[in-house]
């Protein structure tokens, strides 16, 4: 199965854009980039991350369609969420958002799932 082309041409990207100049001291913002760019990296990071996650769930759900099992495991969503409650604990990171981001995932993950279950079907 080929990756679907989502790309969208992409503008250079200005790491100092900012609507501050001229309102701080330019040490300031001297800092204020330098941990900008240490986010920039941690999103990119996170960016190919969740790519190569869904890569990975892409897969289940193949697995699951040649099987003919259901797109979603309410079970195994529980144990994950949980897991993941834990983790955030652990990583001092608010649970609860740990949750939602999780939430949004599987709900995709399952749009997905259903996706190619309807298309193997339909093939």
Known sequence: MSEPNNTVPSEEFD???????GEVEQAVLDELYAIRGSIDNFDAQLVYLLAERF?????VGLL????DLPPSDPNREKAQIQRLR???HEAHLDPEFAEKFLNFVISEVIR?????SDAHKND
Do not use: E, G
Not at 64 to 67: D, F, I, P, T, V
């Open 15 to 21: 790491p100092h854009a900012s609507s501050l100049p």
């Open 55 to 59: 890569k990975a769930t892409q897969r």
């Open 64 to 67: 699951k369609a040649r099987h």
């Open 86 to 88: 834990s983790l955030a």
């Open 112 to 116: 997905h799932h259903q996706n190619i």
